[in-house]
């Protein structure tokens, strides 16, 4: 079963990401040590796509090293 979106946000923000806000359903977050912002759409409730989950680990793994 696919997580939620609130829950990839969650994991965004407890490794030091913020929110820079967006249009719409889109959320934009960054962190110092990653080049590319990361863009979540969607309601915190919707599953998250696999290509969202795969955007997440990226960057935390970016972000820790």
Do not use: C
């Not at 929110?19 to 977050?29: D, F, K, T, V």
């Not at 912002?37 to 998250?48: E, H, K, L, Q």
């Amino acid at each position: 079963m696919p997580r939620k979106l609130r829950e990839l946000i969650a994991e965004l923000e407890k490794h030091g990401f913020v929110n820079l806000g967006g249009e719409g359903s889109h959320r934009n977050s960054s962190h110092p040590r990653v080049a590319w912002p990361v863009t979540i759409s969607g309601d915190p409730g919707d599953d998250a796509r696999k290509y969202q989950e795969k955007a997440v680990k990226a960057a935390i793994t970016e972000a820790t090293r």
